[in-house]
């Protein structure tokens, strides 16, 4: 059985797609009192976290480098402003359907809709007579954005493609239709279960069609929600496709472009997720010689581009971590590409650790050179 596995993405290529992330947040301190008139310092500033269209996490990641975000104090009572002003709150614009924990896994609120608020340091108390008109320090820790995700794997296709029979043949039973609070579409969610008990889950979403990107309403909800799992699955058909007696045929190499094409447009920031390539419907006669042609298409795909219109060729090809042809009908294939989903999901969760373990190093050495 005929599969590659690449290693890490590229991710100089795309900056890498960005599903959490961790920040330092302050509330400002308080503001001083002022003991001879009685005057109470003003308070400090809060720390919020705001749900705004268009913003995605790895937006907040390239614009503010060191990830600190800290409210301003409040100001000390005067003479002229027996009450000090208060500290002016601090934003962090987020994407909508987010999570926001403390580093011990606390969370403190969810960000579901547009304009959604959660507040996540508080700013201090200025003096006053109570405190000996000495001003308190803000709230101060680490907390973490994380992207809700529908599922591990999103299924890419199009509508032909088998997708909903082939989640019906990995997860062994009829797929779940899943809601959301954050979202409006409803994916067909399946689960895989392995020998060890480990799950793991897999999102029908509903069919691509050529032009997506530029159908504002089924196409984008569809891309979307790719954002929303950890990597992708792409799915085509051995023999290709044609949509409709008007539309052209697709081979199953012109599928693989077209569709990387469609998340390009989209956002190309998705292409940077690792992806998987299931090569569908083995059953069909003439399958093995299609899917030697397909693999020699894929190794050197510039050499083929010709085959597809200029505007529809991808500015980077995608590097697939595993290629692995199945019939969803007899069930040939299944098990090998299940054991690569897992190999894949895998690599990157131990990846996944070791940078924040290694994010913590740095700030204890930060915190200890600081002492020093």
Same mark, same amino acid.
């Given at each position: 059985?005929?599969?590659?596995?690449?290693?890490?993405?590229?991710?100089?290529?795309?900056?890498?797609?960005?599903?959490?992330?961790?920040?330092?947040?302050?509330?400002?301190?308080?503001?001083?009192?002022?003991?001879?008139?009685?005057?109470?310092?003003?308070?400090?500033?809060?720390?919020?976290?705001? %749900?705004?269209?268009?913003?995605?996490?790895?937006?907040?990641?390239?614009?503010?480098?060191?990830?600190?975000?800290?409210?301003?104090?409040? %100001?000390?009572?005067?003479?002229?402003?027996?009450?000090?002003?208060?500290?002016?709150?601090?934003?962090?614009?987020?994407?909508?359907?987010?999570?926001?924990?403390?580093?011990?896994?606390?969370?403190?609120?969810?960000?579901?809709?547009?304009?959604?608020?959660?507040?996540?340091?508080?700013?201090?108390?200025?003096?006053?007579?109570?405190?000996?008109?000495?001003?308190?320090?803000?709230?101060?820790?680490?907390?973490?954005?994380?992207?809700?995700?529908?599922?591990?794997?999103?299924?890419?296709?199009?509508?032909?493609?088998?997708?909903?029979?082939?989640?019906?043949?990995?997860?062994?039973?009829?797929?779940?239709?899943?809601?959301?609070?954050?979202?409006?579409?409803?994916? @067909?969610?399946?689960?895989?279960?392995?020998?060890?008990?480990?799950?793991?889950?897999? %999102?029908?979403?509903?069919?691509?069609?050529?032009?997506?990107?530029?159908?504002?309403?089924?196409?984008?909800?569809?891309?979307?929600?790719?954002?929303?799992?950890?990597?992708?699955?792409?799915? =085509?058909?051995?023999?290709?496709?044609?949509?409709?007696?008007?539309?052209?045929?697709?081979?199953?190499?012109?599928?693989?472009?077209?569709?990387?094409?469609?998340?390009?447009?989209?956002?190309?920031?998705?292409?940077?997720?690792?992806?998987?390539?299931?090569?569908?419907?083995?059953?069909?006669?003439?399958? @093995?010689?299609?899917?030697?042609?397909?693999?020699?298409?894929?190794?050197?795909?510039?050499?083929?581009?010709?085959?597809?219109?200029?505007?529809?060729?991808?500015?980077?090809?995608?590097?697939?971590?595993?290629? =692995?042809?199945?019939?969803?009908?007899?069930?040939?294939?299944?098990?090998?590409?299940?054991?690569?989903?897992?190999?894949?999901?895998?690599?990157?969760?131990?990846?996944?650790?070791?940078?924040?373990?290694?994010?913590?190093?740095?700030?204890?050495?930060?915190?200890?050179?600081?002492?020093?």
């Amino acid at each position: 059985r005929f599969h590659y596995s690449f290693c890490v993405f590229d991710s100089l290529q795309y900056g890498n797609f960005v599903d959490n992330l961790r920040l330092y947040v302050r509330g400002g301190s308080g503001g001083m009192g002022l003991p001879r008139l009685g005057g109470q310092g003003g308070k400090g500033g809060d720390v919020w976290v705001v %749900a705004t269209k268009n913003m995605t996490l790895k937006r907040i990641k390239d614009k503010f480098p060191q990830k600190r975000f800290v409210a301003d104090a409040g %100001a000390n009572s005067g003479v002229r402003a027996l009450k000090g002003e208060r500290g002016a709150d601090k934003e962090i614009l987020a994407p909508v359907g987010i999570t926001v924990t403390t580093d011990e896994s606390r969370t403190l609120g969810d960000l579901n809709v547009e304009g959604d608020r959660v507040m996540v340091a508080k700013g201090g108390s200025g003096g006053s007579l109570y405190s000996a008109f000495q001003p308190s320090k803000g709230e101060a820790k680490h907390i973490r954005l994380d992207l809700k995700l529908i599922a591990d794997m999103g299924l890419v296709g199009f509508p032909n493609a088998g997708k909903s029979s082939l989640l019906t043949a990995l997860s062994n039973a009829t797929p779940q239709i899943a809601s959301y609070a954050f979202t409006t579409l409803k994916p @067909e969610i399946g689960k895989l279960i392995y020998d060890d008990y480990k799950q793991i889950s897999v %999102a029908d979403l509903p069919g691509l069609i050529e032009g997506a990107h530029m159908n504002k309403g089924m196409g984008h909800k569809f891309l979307k929600h790719v954002e929303r799992t950890k990597q992708l699955l792409f799915v =085509v058909d051995v023999c290709g496709f044609q949509l409709a007696s008007k539309t052209p045929f697709r081979s199953a190499f012109e599928a693989v472009q077209l569709l990387t094409k469609e998340l390009e447009l989209y956002k190309e920031e998705l292409l940077s997720k690792p992806a998987l390539l299931v090569v569908n419907k083995m059953d069909l006669p003439d399958a @093995e010689d299609k899917l030697a042609e397909l693999k020699e298409q894929l190794q050197n795909p510039e050499e083929f581009s010709d085959l597809l219109p200029e505007d529809m060729i991808p500015q980077n090809y995608l590097t697939f971590r595993h290629v =692995v042809p199945v019939s969803a009908i007899t069930g040939f294939g299944i098990s090998h590409l299940k054991s690569c989903v897992r190999q894949s999901l895998d690599e990157d969760a131990a990846l996944e650790v070791k940078a924040t373990h290694r994010e913590k190093l740095q700030a204890l050495r930060k915190q200890s050179q600081g002492r020093a």
